[in-house]
């Protein structure tokens, strides 16, 4: 290591800032957020910094910089541009023996600001040693990207206990304890902001220690399940909150939407069950309210992992109704649905305001009779994605005919939307299962019905999309 990664406590202490734009300003809000007692040495300030001083957040020094302003200084920053300045403020620092920190100048440096993932009181410190400040802020964006937005509340939970647990809890019985805080249920709703469920599960967990310790035994603690949208396919269209309990879980269940790329992302060691169902066979989503009910009595955490999203025809609605009446905790993480995915892999919009002002997604598998009336999805105006629905093309095809579409209608098909072997095949309901069947298209595919299916994007409208990106 070139540098000693240390967290320095500097509530109440001085630092001593010289120069006074732009780098000072951002050097000082870091330097703020610590609780330090700053004070900017420059002739003139940058207007943020002009308006810290007058609310009398910072102390300004307007002048040059001498030695004898060190004073009680714990740091110094020199963020001038001016070499010579800069030398004498390290110089002079050295000299006082006090850390300073010269920007943008590692050898001049006695120490370096790193990239910070502020979660406090969690909070994560990314450095290059100064050889490359633009890498370790795009680390820092990946890292933080896989960190719960809430992580400091649940530090700030957890902390609130620490008394409580020392007084109830054996010193060897309290690692096991707080892990089991950390990976299970209380954490879970604390970062998905449901602190008094949170609460109540922690109750539930003292007991629980309470009995164990009293009978001797090693029983699992109740585990939890994460029904979990994994998208259309592509493993980059998942959420953060998808990849950070994927992370965690301990068994996968996995149906056969699921992409590979998409089971890569999930924790190396985690048990891998398929759970994938065939048309027509209903015992097998039987099976998965089982398991997801013995996997979590067992202690584990399941992550079911359903393509697309699990309230848009995942029957996620019938396995929370399972785990709610068996009382297994549970948490639902939305994701990109088929149709959205598709939409936009293809540029097609479900929705314009020339083609389009509405949109219907539809099963494929669903009875006439579950199905409003189809001279409402005849509608040219009107969009219609069907999901599940190369199977049944031709019976599509005729009833949308009867309902009074014209042949012209147009229609779209997205095979395998957002991977690599995409296909997109456009036709209308007078050629497309003749289409379909010369392609060769086969499931997983999506049906988009509407004249937003011709939709192409003209010159125009990429004139104006380039304009309203500039």
Known sequence: MDYLPVFLRLDGQSVLIVGGGQVALRKADSLLRAGARVKVVAPHLHPE???????????????????????????VVA?????????????????????????DDRELSSFIFPAIIDRSPIV??????????????????????LLPARLGALARFLGAQREVVRRRLSHFARRRFWERLVDGPVATQVLSGDEASAQRT???????EQLTTARGANRAALGEVYLIGAGPGDPDLLTLRALQLLGQADVILYDRLVSS?????????????????????????????????????????????????????????????????????????????????????????LTHRRLARSVTFVSGHTDDGALPDWRFFANPHHTVVFYMGVAQ???????????????????????????????????????????????????????????????????LDLAICAGAVA
């Not at 609310?55 to 004073?71: D, K, N, Y």
């Not at 070499?83 to 010269?102: K, Y």
């Not at 005729?398 to 939307?417: D, Q, S, T, Y």
């Open 393 to 459: 093309l031709p019976t599509i095809v005729a009833r949308l005919r009867a309902a009074g579409a014209a042949a012209a209608h147009p229609v779209a098909i997205i095979e395998r939307a957002t991977l690599p072997e995409q296909r997109i095949l456009r036709g209308v309901l007078g050629n497309i299962i003749q289409l379909a069947t010369e392609r060769q298209i086969e499931p997983p595919a999506l049906l988009i019905v509407g004249d937003v299916a011709a939709f192409e994007a003209t010159d």
């Open 202 to 208: 922690l109750a539930r967990e003292y007991l629980r």
């Open 79 to 103: 963020a001038t541009d001016q070499r010579l300045i800069n030398e004498a403020v390290a110089a002079a620092a050295r000299s006082a023996r006090v850390p300073v920190n010269v920007v």
């Open 261 to 349: 790329e998409v089971l890569e992302r999930a924790r190396r060691d985690a048990e891998r069950i398929f759970v994938g169902k065939d048309q027509g066979e209903s015992s097998q989503q039987e099976r998965i309210h089982a398991l997801m009910v013995q996997l979590a009595r067992e202690g584990k955490r399941v992550a079911r992992l359903k393509g697309g999203d699990p309230f848009i025809f995942g029957r996620g609605g019938e396995e929370i109704e399972f785990l709610s009446a068996h009382g297994i905790p549970y948490v639902v993480v939305p994701g990109i649905t088929a149709a959205l995915g598709a939409a936009a892999a293809a540029a097609l919009p």
């Open 124 to 145: 994560v410190a990314v450095g290059s040693s100064g050889h490359s400040p633009v890498l370790a802020t795009r680390v820092r964006a990946q890292i933080e990207a």
């Open 49 to 75: 910094l002009e308006e810290r001083a007058a609310r009398g957040e910072i102390a300004h020094v307007a002048r040059e910089f001498s030695e004898t302003l060190l004073g009680d200084a714990v740091a």
